[in-house]
């Protein structure tokens, strides 16, 4: 199992124990990925849409000065004006250049992306490596099966990558088409998850920001569940992992927090749920000007004959807040009220205007993230 088909190879280490990856873009601070205005964000997609193009017609690979350039696409979900019919006045210059960058399929493609393309924050992914780290996990076999342009690569520890075989898919062409620019030694796909032929139980490691709506994907092995998008990446990443492997994945605090409870459910016989850590509505704004509650959960694919023996986190329980307003939230969070990152408040979000949400606290969210991820078990 491998990128070869039919070859065979260890989880932790190359052929010959060479290091791995050694090709790919390594993001740093310098990058300032997600910082800038709407407008500064909508021209640094273009420049990587026009630079990926170049090196397209030149068929070469980028340098490493270009490849800062592309680092900084952050796709549409931050930016959905530039597709609207009237984007008359402050973005009709955008829409037209971005007409005139694509073609009409990568144009729609780009426009559904909306949806769903909010691009993860650097301090998030570097907290998630903290925590899969505490958990035990070195290196391996990565999955990560809503690449974008491949933040979980690029921020991935220098060792546990050199040591790992990575596995992105993605289904927007633009965004995939950098990401194989940025990470060529990683094995990229350009298809939706659904699609993607990938061996069960191949990976030691899933891990990424799940797309989340209320749209459903087809799927014959899964389509009588009935799962919405963000649930259904969690019922079929959960087969990709290894007995005693990692599951990590963002999601909307709806996968915790719906009455229905079908996924959390169908989970429960396959993995040891390990925890998770409630994001504050805020934790998105800079990087995709989005404010959503998110939840990070951390899932161990249960060894054969195993049982479950993590916190309960099934059913809802009822939560109050400081100023006592009451919120039916999950078990685990009521539980473990420190490892949500904020307070529970009715709010506006990207969905609705009046809705639980968990606003941050005085805490900075690097500081919040380091205390949630030492309260998760080690090792």
């Given at each position: ?32 990925v ?13 420049a ?30 931050g ?9 008359s ?21 780009a ?13 998030v ?18 999955l ?6 491949g ?31 940025l ?30 709506g ?29 007995p ?9 605090k ?25 994001l ?36 809802l ?6 100023e006592?307003?009451?919120f ?15 307070t529970m408040?009715?709010v506006g979000?990207?969905?609705r205007?009046?809705e639980?949400a ?13 205390e ?8």
């Amino acid at each position: 199992m491998g990128i070869d088909p039919g070859e065979i190879y260890s989880p932790s280490a190359g052929r010959n124990g060479q290091r791995l990856n050694a090709g790919n873009y390594r993001i740093q601070p310098a990058d300032r990925v997600g910082e800038g205005s709407l407008k500064l964000k909508c021209r640094a997609n273009f420049a990587a849409i026009e630079l990926v193009r170049k090196l397209d017609a030149e068929n070469r690979a980028a340098t490493d000065e270009e490849r800062s350039v592309l680092v900084k696409y952050v796709g549409w979900g931050g930016i959905p004006q530039v597709f609207a019919q009237q984007a008359s006045g402050e973005w009709e210059d955008e829409r037209q250049k971005l007409v005139s960058l694509l073609t009409q399929e990568e144009f729609e493609s780009a426009r559904a992306s909306t949806l769903n393309a909010h691009y993860t924050s650097p301090v998030v992914v570097s907290a998630i490596y903290d925590a899969v780290t505490r958990l035990g996990f070195e290196h391996g076999r990565v999955l990560e099966p809503a690449l974008g342009i491949g933040h979980f690569f690029g921020l991935m520890p220098e060792e546990m990558s050199a040591h790992s075989r990575l596995t992105g898919i993605e289904l927007d062409p633009i965004s995939a088409n950098i990401a194989r620019r940025l990470y060529p030694d990683a094995d990229i796909r350009n298809q939706g998850f659904e699609n993607a032929r990938l061996v069960d139980g191949g990976f030691d490691l899933a891990i990424s920001n799940v797309p989340f709506g209320d749209y459903k994907l087809h799927d014959p092995q899964f389509n009588e569940r009935n799962f919405l998008v963000h649930d259904y990446f969690f019922a079929k990443g959960m087969e990709k992992v290894r007995p005693g492997g990692l599951m990590v994945f963002i999601t909307s605090k709806g996968t915790l927090d719906k009455i229905d409870s079908r996924l959390r459910d169908h989970l429960h016989d396959k993995a040891d749920f390990l925890g998770a850590i409630r994001l504050p509505n805020t934790a998105f704004k800079q990087n995709a000007n989005t404010e959503v509650t998110a939840d990070i959960l951390f899932l161990r694919r249960l060894e054969v004959g195993e049982i479950a023996s993590g916190p309960a986190w099934s059913a809802l329980a009822e939560h109050t807040n400081a100023e006592g307003v009451d919120f039916q939230i999950n078990e685990y969070f009521v539980a473990n009220p420190h490892m949500m990152l904020g307070t529970m408040q009715h709010v506006g979000s990207m969905y609705r205007g009046d809705e639980p949400a968990l606003a941050p606290d005085t805490r900075d969210l690097a500081e919040a993230l380091r205390e949630a991820v030492s309260s998760l078990p080690a090792n």
